[in-house]
């Protein structure tokens, strides 16, 4: 069973960068996906950023397209958001979630496996 924990979140001002981790513990199935989301207050959940475990492509919703980078460690179990640019919008809870492919996270349903999420607050 996949367990996910992230870490990395602050304070930090508008334009700085920052790089959440997320900790994969548990054997990912090599066709699977993990992704980023955010939650923001008032809003729904939205998917940011996702990476096959196995061959590494890549989704990225149009807000953070060109800012965020999504990349994984296999051997490490360990996927990065490096974020830059980072705007007063951005503030937000971010999860990640492991489920059986990029298609399955962009549609949020099914999902195995959810951390605890981790708070980026961006000043302006």
């Known amino acids: 069973q996949v367990q996910l924990t992230e870490s990395g979140g602050g304070l930090v001002q508008a334009g700085d960068s920052l790089t959440l981790t997320c900790a994969v513990s548990g054997t990912v199935v090599s066709s699977h996906a993990v992704g980023w989301y955010r939650q923001a207050p008032g809003k729904e959940r939205e998917l940011i950023a996702g990476?096959?475990?196995?061959?590494?492509?890549?989704y990225y919703a149009d807000s953070v397209k060109g800012r965020f980078t999504i990349s994984r460690q296999n051997v490490e179990n360990m996927v990065y958001l490096q974020m830059n640019s980072l705007k007063p919008d951005d503030t937000a809870v971010y999860y990640c979630a492991e489920g059986a492919g990029l298609a399955t996270l962009i549609l949020g349903k099914s999902l195995n496996a959810w951390g605890q999420g981790t708070q980026v607050t961006v000043s302006s």
């Open positions: 990476i096959t475990w196995s061959l590494g492509h890549t």
